[in-house]
């Protein structure tokens, strides 16, 4: 168990829907379900990995914890304080201490600043007197490995893409927050900028004590950077662990999947057949019970009466998965205490 003074980040049932209209009137005609119940903690120090297939919703997630999307329900609580709510925190406050950076890098720049205005534009905005701005911009520039001097004023397009890149993370930290919410940070740049920036935000977390999450469809840039792992499938968390345990002893049939699924030069580790075959189900539209069940070789009848609560099945570590077969008295044949072995007939005749 984790003790409250080690959790920086508390998020409870955390919901979004986004509405679909349509008609004359553009009436609400149905829902995207993006992110539905997710629940996870963030220890102070670490870095917790969140990755799935595109559109299960870590994106979105990470919005919601920036307030850059408003939560249709759910609370999030930061150092011990409950955000936006009455005697909590204000999101102004929350984002002093929790910044993000985006995954593309030249979008989220604007092209009419120049690098210093970029950077001290936030503590400006917090009051940070704009001399004392400036210096801060320049300070952070020269701990992203980029010279102030050649670059203050410089602006967005006559950077490459590692080097804009830099400049976001510089401005994520020019407010000197305590939480980084990093979404896909190096997925569009070439394999050796993208180590250089890996190795930055290593010694950044290190120098400057902070505290990431780490979004990513790169399972080996995960494993390396992270201490925990949350895996998101179709709006729900399926699975979170240490990450030496999710990669050793994958428990839920996705994680496994989708480990299964990652590049390597062994050729002792290719398969002959795809891992997962076929398309996550409609988020409009999401089937009963636990939602990966149309697409798991494991499911049985219950898989789609009863949706799965996160378990704790490995008593030695704070590794919890969501599926009926390490459930004690789920009702499917492999769970625990289940006298009658699972039966690949019946499996079949399940799916």
């Keep these: 168990m984790t003790a409250a003074a080690d959790i920086l980040l508390d998020v409870r049932n955390l919901k979004r829907y986004f509405p679909i209209r349509g008609g004359l009137l553009q009436r609400q005609v149905a829902t995207v379900q993006a992110v539905d119940d997710v629940s996870f903690v963030v220890r102070k120090g670490e870095t917790l990995g969140i990755v799935g297939e595109s559109g299960c919703g870590k994106s979105t997630t990470a919005r919601l914890l920036m307030h850059l999307l408003k939560l249709d329900s759910g609370t999030i609580t930061f150092d011990g304080q409950a955000v936006d709510a009455p005697g909590g925190m204000s999101v102004r406050e929350l984002r002093r201490n929790l910044q993000m950076v985006f995954q593309d890098s030249y979008s989220s720049l604007n092209p009419r600043c120049t690098i210093e205005s970029t950077i001290a534009y936030g503590p400006s905005v917090h009051g940070v007197p704009p001399a004392e701005a400036r210096r801060r911009a320049r300070d952070i520039l020269g701990k992203v490995g980029l010279e102030p001097d050649l670059f203050v004023q410089r602006y967005p397009h006559e950077l490459s893409g590692g080097q804009r890149q830099r400049i976001n993370i510089a401005r994520a930290l020019a407010l000197e927050p305590r939480l980084i919410v990093l979404d896909e940070p190096v997925s569009a740049l070439d394999k050796s900028v993208e180590a250089q920036v890996l190795n930055l935000l290593v ?123 390490l459930i004690p008295g789920s009702g499917h044949s492999a769970a625990p205490g289940t006298a009658t072995p699972p039966s690949p007939a019946k499996r079949e005749h399940a799916r």
């Design 203 to 325: 010694d950044l977390k290190t120098d400057l004590a902070l505290t990431y999450i780490f979004i990513s469809h790169d399972l080996n840039v995960v494993q390396y950077l992270s201490d925990r792992v949350l895996v998101m499938y179709l709006g729900k968390v399926v699975e979170i662990g240490p990450v030496e345990a999710i990669y050793r002893q994958p428990q839920h049939p996705y994680t496994r999947a989708l480990l299964s699924a990652m590049p390597s030069m062994d050729p002792d580790r290719r398969v002959d057949q795809p891992p997962l075959t076929g398309d996550p189900p409609n988020p409009i539209n999401p089937p009963p019970g636990c939602r990966f069940h149309t697409r798991c070789a494991h499911a049985e009848a219950c898989c789609a009466l009863s949706e799965p609560p996160l378990y704790n099945n490995v008593a030695t570590t704070d590794h919890h998965t969501a599926c009926h077969m």
